[in-house]
């Protein structure tokens, strides 16, 4: 694994993954997504696993989708590259994934951590979907799992300024289950993991598919519709203009085309 590593504990039963791509931010790109996916398979195989942690460093969790993978793509690269599926696979994993984050949970890592099952916060933790700085829309999901979990105004607020939401406000928006000081994440995610851990695996996993069952229903429709408009976003010039002012250190000029 080159962008990942992963740690498995048998007593108690809990894997770790941590994304390792530090001086990039952990920024998410194709391989890196494919590792967790081949990971996540392996562990919902592996008996001796309950429940799977997901983190990055102290900086950040991720910085979103790699933008310089990105930046040149046309709508229909973006459609057939189909990152999607990659990231469908990992919502299918059977086991709890709690997501441990600190620093930047930004665009597709905002997404990733939503993604998983719970989120334990460090105090420095920052949530957004900036995507609308760099002329493009979340597409894992964002726009989705932000409004479930924060309701509509302060998703539309998020989403259409790009704004960060600190630890503290993502608790209280009930994004996240616990804040905690920087150095204890970790451990608090470990302690939460344990916990877990000591249930019954069978009754673990069916309560997780349950309870996920509650909005699955009209979340593939509207992740297919957030889709069609995040892949739209790279027939336009301002995506190009949006990512490109970003990789120059600039600020863009959005022309509306
Ligand atoms: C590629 C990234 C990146 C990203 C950071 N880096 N985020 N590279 N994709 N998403 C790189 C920078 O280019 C830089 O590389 C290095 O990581 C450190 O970042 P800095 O910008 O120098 O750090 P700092 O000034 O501390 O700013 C941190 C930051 C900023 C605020 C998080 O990096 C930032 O705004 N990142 C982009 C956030 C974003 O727009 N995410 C959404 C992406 S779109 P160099 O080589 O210059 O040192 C998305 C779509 C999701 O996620 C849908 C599909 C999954």
Same mark, same amino acid.
């Given at each position: ?49 309950? *429940? ?19 930046? $040149?793509?046309?709508?229909? $690269? ?9 990231? $469908? ?12 984050v600190?620093?930047?949970?930004? &665009? ?18 920052k ?7 760099? &002329?493009?829309?979340?597409?894992a ?9 924060? &309701? ?11 704004r ?15 804040? *905690?000081p ?5 451990h ?8 877990i ?6 009754a *673990? ?14 979340l ?38």
């Amino acid at each position: 694994m080159e962008f990942i590593k992963v740690t498995e504990q048998y007593q108690p039963a809990i894997a770790l993954i941590q994304l390792n791509r530090p001086k990039e931010l952990n920024a998410l790109n194709k391989q890196l997504m494919e590792e967790v996916r081949d990971t996540l398979q392996l562990l919902d195989k592996n008996d001796a696993v309950r *429940v799977i942690i997901i983190t990055g460093d102290e900086r950040a969790f991720a910085a979103g989708a790699d933008i310089k993978q990105m930046a $040149d793509k046309s709508a229909i $690269d973006m459609l057939l590259i189909d990152q999607f599926s990659t990231w $469908d696979q990992i919502r299918k994993t059977k086991k709890p994934i709690i997501a441990a984050v600190s620093g930047f949970a930004l &665009g597709g890592g905002c997404e990733f951590a939503m993604m998983c099952d719970m989120i334990i916060a460090s105090e420095t933790a920052k949530f957004g979907q900036p995507e609308i700085k760099i &002329g493009t829309i979340p597409g894992a999901g964002g726009t989705q799992r932000l409004t479930k979990a924060v &309701g509509k105004a302060k998703a539309m607020e998020l989403i259409l300024t790009g704004r960060f939401l600190s630890a503290e406000e993502a608790h209280f928006y009930g994004l996240v289950n616990k804040v *905690v000081p920087v150095e204890m994440y970790l451990h608090e995610t470990v302690e939460l993991a344990k916990e877990i851990a000591s249930m019954s695996p069978v009754a *673990v996993q069916l309560a997780k598919e349950a309870i996920n069952r509650s909005f699955e229903t009209q979340l593939d429709e509207g992740l297919a519709f957030e889709r069609k408009n995040f892949y739209l976003t790279f027939a336009s010039a301002d995506q190009k203009e949006g990512m490109n002012a970003f990789i120059e250190k600039r600020k863009p000029t959005f022309s509306g085309r």
